[in-house]
């Protein structure tokens, strides 16, 4: 019998956990009408990135990844700063890959890593082990047989009559067994979950998914290692489906008050244009602000036209952690500091 009749069985908490789930996608689609916000897209976007990465230990901050995927620079290592735009331009390609395809596996693999191994966009040519510490915790398959495992793998998920919910989540712990990659393995198996489901219902495209696993970094890995060891993935899929009930629940909060808000983006976006063409390349307080732009309304100025453009990094106040002082003034991200940086770390990015 093949390998990929793979060892798992149903249990009571995975039935709950689906019917829950079940209950979510009702509410969220009554929600939304079919529709997710370019708005939330990104932003959801942009955490699935920042978590997958800092799972695999990078240090960029969720401000830092923002940053560099809205084209500013960013002080940082120059291969933290590679690994986020490389996982940009990978997760920017789902809509178009074939979760089937092997071919199309490699290639989200080599956008991911292109860089930073040798072997970005091929299965790995040696053996592979999974430490924690010096402990060896998985001894992968050896090199030679990866490609005929994940074809096995893919024939299974296809032919299956399980629910994709569940065999996604199969899947995701079976490519972690065979670790077909010299790195990235934790990135393209999450991103291939998701990718899986997004096929079956396209909210799983944007759905933040990586940032509660974040969350619950230390269980992700106890988990594949007790499946593992128990030759049985049931809690994997459990603690899977349990993170996707619990995303589900964030979006369905998110989505309504991010539709709410909608209303006024266009609005938003014009105030924000007139303040940063008021700033120009000066610092200036908010009454000289006020001034420039003819208003007389403090909260108007604030509410509509201050605080977005300090939301979305566009500006900065020269006194961050004296908000009230009567001294405070704003100028546009990185005025007066770019040459300082720059001369300092020439591999800034």
């Known amino acids: ?49 920042h978590s997958s990465l800092a799972i695999e230990q990078n240090s960029l ?114 490519f972690e067994f065979i670790h077909p990659f010299a790195d990235g393995n934790g990135r393209i198996g999450r991103m291939w979950h998701s990718l899986l489901l997004g096929k079956w219902n396209d909210l799983f495209f944007y759905l933040p998914v990586e940032d509660l696993i974040r969350a619950h970094q230390n269980d992700y890995y106890d988990r594949l290692g007790r499946a593992d060891k128990e030759a049985d993935s049931s809690g994997f899929v459990e603690f899977m489906l349990e993170i996707i009930r619990d995303s589900l629940h964030e979006f369905g909060t998110t989505a309504s008050t991010d539709q709410d808000s909608d209303q006024d983006t266009d609005q938003d976006e014009t ?15 908010a009454s000289e602000l006020m001034q420039r732009l003819g208003l007389s309304h403090k909260p108007t100025f604030r509410k509509n036209y201050l605080r977005p453009a300090l939301k979305r990094g566009l500006i900065e106040a020269t006194l961050p952690d004296k908000p009230t002082s009567r001294y405070q003034k704003y100028r546009k991200i990185g005025k007066g500091i770019a040459m300082t940086i720059t001369t300092l770390c020439p591999f800034y990015l």
């Open 1 to 49: 019998m093949s390998r990929y009749t793979p060892p798992f069985h149903i249990t009571d908490k995975i039935i709950n956990l689906l019917a829950e789930i079940s209950e979510q996608f009702g509410r969220i689609n009554t929600a939304r009408h079919g529709v997710v916000s370019p708005k939330l897209r990104r932003q959801n976007r942009i955490r699935t990135i």
């Open 61 to 174: 901050s969720l401000e830092q990844v923002t940053a560099i995927l809205n084209g500013k620079r960013v002080f940082g290592r120059p291969d933290e700063i590679r690994e986020v735009r490389n996982a940009y331009t990978a997760y920017e390609l789902m809509l178009k890959l074939n979760p089937f395809s092997v071919k199309d596996m490699l290639a989200a693999h080599r956008a991911m890593m292109e860089g930073l191994i040798a072997e970005s966009g091929k299965f790995r040519s040696g053996g592979v082990g999974v430490f924690n510490g010096k402990a060896l915790v998985h001894m992968a398959p050896p090199a030679e047989l990866v490609q005929g495992q994940i074809k096995e793998l893919i024939q299974w998920y296809k032919k299956s009559d399980m629910h994709p919910l569940l065999k996604s989540a199969v899947f995701h712990y079976e």
């Open 271 to 285: 105030a924000v244009k007139k303040l940063l063409d008021a700033l120009g390349d000066e610092t200036l307080s």
